[in-house]
């Protein structure tokens, strides 16, 4: 299995600044042959089931503000969010699709400073 | 508008059976790739199975051989039967799309229900 591992855990951040949270895979989920990398991100706030919010690691789904942006490719891969604003307070969850089981990281808790 | 509604959960007794239904609204159950993925009480979420349009079934390791997925195409509804239920059983479980491009390939979740809650305890 492929064992996603995001840090930090938890941050602070004040509102307007910039949140980065880093997704690391234990093997590559670059798949060579249409260069993709296989990875998600989902934010679930507090009694809300999780949100898609990136997929191929930096395309945007619809309707998600472009303060949030994915990037990284292979095993490394961050999630920001440019300007944190009070409603993004939640927590953040990346996913890998490269292979069965599909698998999930431990969660980043964002909260204001 | 895309709707997945979980119901079904509630307490129930350690080795105890349990069925968890997920009605869809705005989407055709059987011609999706469709999954259940839980959350264990302030914990992460974790992958459990998925049912192909095509009906090929595969599940996570630790339900494999006590859980079934299935769908009612007349109903519009996707199932989860629960056998042999253990403590560590017990989470929110969610129903959810799973995108699907091509045959035998499946991608990210979505949209997801709202979740329905099972407990394992005596």
């Known amino acids: 299995d492929i064992v996603m591992t995001q840090s930090p855990d938890s941050l602070a951040v004040s509102l307007g600044e910039r949140a980065t949270i880093n997704c690391k895979s234990s093997q590559s989920v670059l798949y060579t042959s249409n260069n993709k990398n296989y990875l998600a991100w989902y934010q679930q706030k507090p009694g809300q089931p999780p949100k898609l919010l990136v997929y191929w690691a930096s395309t945007r789904e619809s309707g998600v503000p472009d303060r949030f942006s994915g990037s990284g490719s292979g095993t490394d891969f961050t999630l920001t969010i440019s300007s944190l604003q009070a409603e993004d307070v939640a927590v953040y969850y990346c996913?890998?699709?490269?292979?069965?089981?599909?698998?999930f990281g431990q969660g980043t808790k964002v909260e204001i400073k | 508008e895309l709707q997945l509604v979980e119901t079904g959960g509630g307490l129930i007794q350690p080795g105890g059976s349990l069925r968890l239904s997920c009605a869809a609204s705005g989407l055709i159950v059987s011609s999706n790739y469709m999954s259940w993925v839980r959350q264990a009480p302030g914990k992460g979420l974790e992958w459990v199975s998925v049912i192909y349009s095509g009906g090929t079934t595969y599940y996570a390791d630790s339900v494999k051989g006590r859980f079934t997925i299935s769908r009612d195409t007349s109903k519009n509804t996707l199932y989860l039967q629960m056998n042999s239920l253990r403590a560590e059983d017990t989470a929110v479980y969610y129903c959810?799309?799973?995108?699907?491009?091509?045959?035998?390939?499946?991608?990210?979740?979505?949209?997801w229900g709202q979740g329905t809650l099972v407990t394992v305890s005596s």
């Open positions: 959810a799309r799973a995108l699907s491009e091509y045959t035998d390939t499946w991608y990210w979740f979505d949209p």
């Open positions: 996913q890998q699709y490269y292979t069965t089981p599909r698998t």
